[in-house]
């Protein structure tokens, strides 16, 4: 047989393909995340933001990181590796040189013991929609559908 093979990651890897690198990638879009920054073994800054776009092929597009929002253009690194943490998590680690950044999902939630309840600003945080619609720590927002009835969002992710 002389087809070479599709790569097989499991839990870890190195990955340099561009579109393999997306596929991975692609579970942070619209998802909080913790990053840090790395130049050599120092970090020079750290945050959590919002993965509002991935891009691939847009040289002219660049990446950044602010609390407010983030653009991972695949372009900017050379490759990613990812390893997955003892708690079934993703770690994902973007290289470039002697550069890279770490992006993990925000954790929201401090471990707890089992049968105790989450808490923020010392008070539980609610357990049930009831709750949730009655603690003003929270807003909710309705999302209204185009007139026509279709869905009239822009396609942020380019592959």
Known sequence: MTDARAKLYINTG????????????????????????????????????????????????????TPLSICLNLDSFDYLQFDTTSEQLLVYTLVIGNERVVIEFANSLPHLADDAAPTTGGRPLPRTPEELARDLRYIQMELLMAPDGGDSTDEDEDA
């Open 14 to 65: 190195v990955v340099t393909n561009r579109t393999d690198i997306y596929n991975i990638l692609r579970p942070l879009l619209k998802q909080t995340v913790s990053y840090a920054y790395y130049r050599g073994s120092s970090v020079t800054s750290q945050g959590t933001g919002w993965v509002e776009r991935i891009v691939v092929d847009h040289p002219e597009i660049a990446s950044y990181f």
